[in-house]
């Protein structure tokens, strides 16, 4: 109780990547992943402009929803289709107005289909992963149960997510701007499966669900 808090801090970036990952918590708790999401980025937002520390706010490609175009690009409409998507949107749209409003350097980098180590087990790449490892070879194919396989993602490694943001740090020009951070590369989640069961060396047959 005897701890005093600094009433200045020496920071100069400030990376916003709080946010609720796990699809099952985000859509049935809506008011907290708007705490969350968008309370969050409010206080980080308001912690940048007292010290006038550049913030990156971190969003996702998830508020384009249903791609209307490919590739999608920066002046592509928004269209969020889950809880998290929309309150992602009401942040990136506070942190550029803090921009505009108090002249805090804010640049808003929205990741395309971050995957590697330590991702949860229910987003794609692990899933499939997980279902070959499990498999017994001498059953002959392995069986691997997906959701829809003709929609196509843009997956981009975690070190590389992480460079990407480092390179807007470095880049004066992304103050103010909205940044699609991605690797322009487009497959599909069927043809990614085939992928991981080629570099497993496991023959597949997909079920979809």
């Known amino acids: 109780h005897d701890v005093t808090f600094p009433l200045y801090i020496e920071v ?44 990156f706010q971190a969003s996702t490609s998830e508020v384009y929803g249903t791609a209307q175009y490919v590739p999608i690009d920066e002046a592509h409409p928004l269209n969020p289709q889950s809880p998290y ?7 990136d749209q506070i942190a550029l107005s803090y921009g505009r409003s108090f002249g805090t350097p804010v640049t808003v980098v929205r ?8 991702q949860s087990a229910r987003a794609v790449i692990p ?39 480092l390179a807007a740090a470095d ?7 909205v940044i699609n951070l991605g690797t322009n590369f487009e497959i599909s989640i069927g043809e990614t499966a085939q992928a991981i069961a080629a570099e497993m060396d496991v023959e597949i047959r997909i079920e979809t669900e």
């Not at 998507?85 to 942040?91: E, F, I, N, S």
């Not at 990741?111 to 330590?118: A, C, K, L, Q, V």
Request: glycine residues 8%; contains cysteine; hydrophobic residues 40%.
């Open 12 to 55: 100069d970036e400030i990376y916003n990547l709080a946010c609720p990952a796990s699809p099952v918590h985000y859509q049935r708790d809506p008011v907290q992943t708007t705490k969350t999401n968008v309370h969050g980025a409010i206080n980080m937002l308001g912690l940048a402009k007292r010290v006038r520390a550049k913030i």
């Open 111 to 118: 990741p395309f289909n971050t995957f590697g180590p330590r």
């Open 85 to 91: 998507a929309a309150t992602k949107v009401g942040a």
């Open 127 to 165: 899933t499939i992963i997980t279902q070959l490892a499990n498999h017994d070879r001498a059953t002959g194919p392995a069986t691997i149960r997906l959701g829809a396989t003709t929609p196509t993602r843009d997956f981009t490694f975690v070190a590389d997510t992480v460079l990407g943001f």
């Open 171 to 177: 880049t004066p020009a992304a103050s103010g701007e």
